[in-house]
């Protein structure tokens, strides 16, 4: 059993023909996380029931059971509810927080015989693009244990590159499952909005929010994405149309030069990109340049939009209603020490940015012309789907940065999702996908470039992502 080439389709022919147990994978992959996790430190926790949990499963197989899952193992995002276990969210806040009930996400994946190995690293809260920002301590790259995995999910990226799990589960907001697939050399979906239940993921920015997977190919995360869709009646936004349509081999692929280059760019990932482009004409798919005039402006408003339901959504964390409390004088102490040494700066950050953007005096300069905004980007999507299948762009503007690079300089942090934020304001699927590595010194760094499609039309990621890769 060679863990590094596995994938959902050769676990499943590997159970039937009985080549392994669905025991010998979890072991092998405990192994995996015992060898690394102490230097990479992607897992927070393995949770002490996954032999238990895979003996069920191998049990469900024996009796004949068809599990589309089945013996898959799972990392999940620290912020993903799994009942009976921590989930933190990276925070000191919800450091002792235990979960009264699955996520739609796990009741779906342990359904289908998936097991969840345990719980991965991530930026408080969702709020970063490094790990750095965790309580918990910094995730390490896999591919260069001095750099950053990327973030939020950074811990669920690092999972699947260092062979420690098959496939993991992240949350993207404005580019939290893509930038670390591009970081970590993994293939990352962040579908369309709603397109799978938000119920039981800790909220950042609930008109942003999506649960998408992260793995080491596009089939896996087709596979995955199949799954986990669809309407659930604990989440309200949540929809996928049931009609299938076709997707043809030969795609339009629309190239927004204007909007990729960017002060900021590096020359290696501009290389990256142009090759990547040739690569998929030769592949035989047709090249456009088209303009999303308004898309520029998606970094600014996502960080008017985003911190201002940030704001809304932590309100909850005011040491009464969950774990973490400190005792002042009166009730208002309490919220302002609990608030203050529950959360990490950069959430402490965002709640006073979102506060004063939604505050009566600012409401209509700030959070009313972002939303203005965030209409007309989404028109700007619209209009070219019209005329093409997919826009690309590279994933980020950088590969992997030294851990410590950007903590103290949060705008350019911010600028890691440069190209990753436009599409959770327009709600648009996008998926990230290994284009390659670039030189760094002595070594060599993964990169990705990134493919957005029209509402609903993960079909056409796959489909795109698969021809790019070349997987059959
Ligand atoms: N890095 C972005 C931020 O800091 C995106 C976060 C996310 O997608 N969860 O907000």
Redesign the pocket.
Known sequence: MDLKSLTIKKVKEGLTKKEFSVLDLVRGYKKAIDERNHTVHAFLEVFDDIEEKAKNVQKLVDEGNDLPLAGVSVALKDNILVKGHVASAGSHILEHFVSPYDSTAVSKLQSAGAIILGRTNM?EF????STENSAFGVTRNPHDTGRVPG???GGSAAAVAMDATLLALG???????R?PASFCGCVGLKPTYGSISRHGLIA?GSSL?IIGPITRTVSDAEIVFDTLKGQDAFDSTSYYPSEKKEVKDKLRIGVPRQMVYVPGLDDRIAKNFEESIFKLQNLGHEIIDIELPNAPYALSV?YII?PAEASSNLARFDGVKYGFHRNGQNLIEDYFLTRGAGFGKETRRRIILGTYVLSSGYYDAYYSKANAMRDLIRNDYNKVFETVDVVLTPTAPTPAFKIGEKIEDPLS??L??IFT?PA?ISGNPAISIPSGTVLEGEGSLPVGIQFVANHYREDVLFSIGKSFLQEI
């Open positions: 930026d969702a709020m970063g693009s973030g939020s999910s949350s993207d907001t404005g580019g939290s499952v930038q950042l929010d996502y985003m942090m911010y890691a999702d934020v959770n």
